[in-house]
């Protein structure tokens, strides 16, 4: 059971206190990011999607309090929502298919540091990131939230998420994989095409899916396709009016919320918000129900609390400027 403040020790509470502030400041940095520095009316207005500035109250019982109890914001944190996105597969088709464009930024320096024992990745993300337009940096921070590690530390080509068909160092689902072999101008179509891998209407035949499928434990496939599935996920965030930003840092959280989520979730989350009831489910799905029924009690409300729960969890993972 989550502690209430007056159980908190004095040092907890200073603890609670200062993370607090800490959350405060680095909305406040990616809302700049994203486009809200002007004057005191930019700064009054949230971010699309991200509903008011939380108080200190909602923050105390909220997503900071819960960092100071939980320490579970791992691979194994984000397990419910990629079943969840497999249940959409099944149900409502494929995601969206996009036609690979122009680079949706210009590409910043290449030259990566920090990786250590995943340099051998390296050469992959630059050709990846040239060829894009998404950073390289980017690349290796959405890479790094979503694939677990070996023993000695590097990224697992193998990582496979035993509540899903999520594979890879991207994680990718099986529909998602699929749905970007048949999309044209993407790295995987061209090798699906070389391969004979599609019928005459460009869909992977049935016999040739479990080789197309097996490429997911590929590292330069999974990294190219990082890199298309988030050109064209910012492409489709671009054309709802989302600014998914140019800096390298807004382009990987843009870019990661939408691999999560999904297009037409991220769409909704960083534009009129995600219903109550799709809220609960995704934040169940992230935190488990009874977890999720605490931050939704606290914070009044699904959405809101789905919202800093999210928001706190991309702050904390994807930090592309530690390959910079």
């Given at each position: 059971?989550?502690?209430?403040?007056?159980?908190?020790?004095?040092?907890?509470?200073?603890?609670?206190?200062?993370?607090?502030?800490?959350?405060?400041?680095?909305?406040?940095?990616?809302?700049?990011?994203?486009?809200?520095?002007?004057?005191?009316?930019?700064?009054?207005?949230?971010?699309?999607?991200?509903?008011?500035?939380?108080?200190?109250?909602?923050?105390?019982?909220?997503?900071?309090?819960?960092?100071?109890?939980?320490?579970?914001?791992?691979?194994?944190?984000?397990?419910?929502?990629?079943?969840?996105?497999?249940?959409?597969?099944?149900?409502?088709?494929?995601?969206?298919?996009?036609?690979?464009?122009?680079?949706?930024?210009?590409s910043e320096p290449t030259?990566?540091?920090?990786?250590?024992?995943?340099?051998?990745?390296?050469?992959?993300?630059?050709?990846?990131?040239?060829?894009?337009?998404?950073?390289?940096?980017?690349?290796?921070?959405?890479?790094?939230?979503?694939?677990?590690?070996?023993?000695?530390?590097?990224?697992?080509?193998?990582?496979?998420?035993?509540?899903?068909?999520?594979?890879?160092?991207?994680?990718?689902?099986?529909?998602?994989?699929?749905?970007?072999?048949?999309?044209?101008?993407?790295?995987?179509?061209?090798?699906?095409?070389?391969?004979?891998?599609?019928?005459?209407?460009?869909?992977?035949?049935?016999?040739?899916?479990?080789?197309?499928?097996?490429?997911?434990?590929?590292?330069?496939?999974?990294?190219?396709?990082?890199?298309?599935?988030?050109?064209?996920?910012?492409?489709?965030?671009?054309?709802?009016?989302?600014?998914v930003g140019r800096d390298?840092?807004?382009?990987?959280?843009?870019?990661?919320?939408?691999?999560?989520?999904?297009?037409?979730?991220?769409?909704?989350?960083?534009?009129?918000?995600?219903?109550?009831?799709?809220?609960?489910?995704?934040?169940?799905?992230?935190?488990?129900?009874?977890?999720?029924?605490?931050?939704?009690?606290?914070?009044?409300?699904?959405?809101?609390?789905?919202?800093?729960?999210?928001?706190?969890?991309?702050?904390?993972?994807?930090?592309?400027?530690?390959?910079?």
């Amino acid at each position: 059971m989550i502690p209430s403040w007056n159980q908190l020790n004095p040092t907890q509470r200073a603890r609670l206190i200062e993370l607090d502030a800490r959350q405060l400041a680095s909305q406040s940095l990616w809302r700049a990011a994203l486009g809200n520095s002007g004057g005191d009316a930019d700064r009054a207005a949230p971010v699309p999607g991200f509903g008011s500035t939380p108080g200190f109250g909602s923050l105390l019982s909220g997503s900071i309090h819960r960092a100071l109890f939980d320490n579970g914001f791992g691979q194994a944190a984000t397990r419910g929502i990629e079943s969840l996105a497999e249940q959409a597969d099944a149900q409502l088709g494929r995601p969206e298919q996009v036609t690979a464009r122009a680079p949706v930024a210009k590409s910043e320096p290449t030259e990566l540091s920090g990786l250590g024992a995943n340099s051998r990745f390296e050469p992959m993300l630059k050709a990846a990131a040239a060829r894009t337009g998404i950073p390289a940096a980017a690349l290796a921070a959405i890479v790094d939230a979503e694939a677990g590690r070996t023993a000695d530390g590097s990224w697992n080509t193998k990582a496979k998420n035993p509540r899903s068909s999520a594979s890879g160092l991207g994680q990718f689902l099986k529909g998602t994989w699929e749905s970007l072999a048949e999309t044209p101008g993407t790295w995987l179509q061209d090798v699906a095409k070389d391969r004979g891998w599609l019928d005459s209407r460009g869909r992977v035949t049935s016999q040739s899916r479990p080789a197309l499928l097996a490429l997911r434990f590929d590292a330069n496939a999974s990294l190219q396709s990082i890199a298309d599935f988030a050109k064209q996920n910012l492409e489709g965030l671009e054309r709802s009016g989302v600014d998914v930003g140019r800096d390298t840092e807004s382009i990987a959280k843009s870019a990661y919320l939408a691999h999560h989520l999904g297009l037409g979730d991220a769409r909704r989350f960083l534009g009129e918000g995600l219903s109550e009831g799709r809220a609960k489910l995704l934040l169940s799905a992230q935190v488990g129900a009874r977890r999720a029924q605490q931050h939704i009690a606290a914070a009044d409300g699904a959405r809101s609390a789905h919202e800093s729960w999210l928001h706190g969890f991309v702050e904390r993972k994807i930090q592309p400027n530690r390959y910079l």
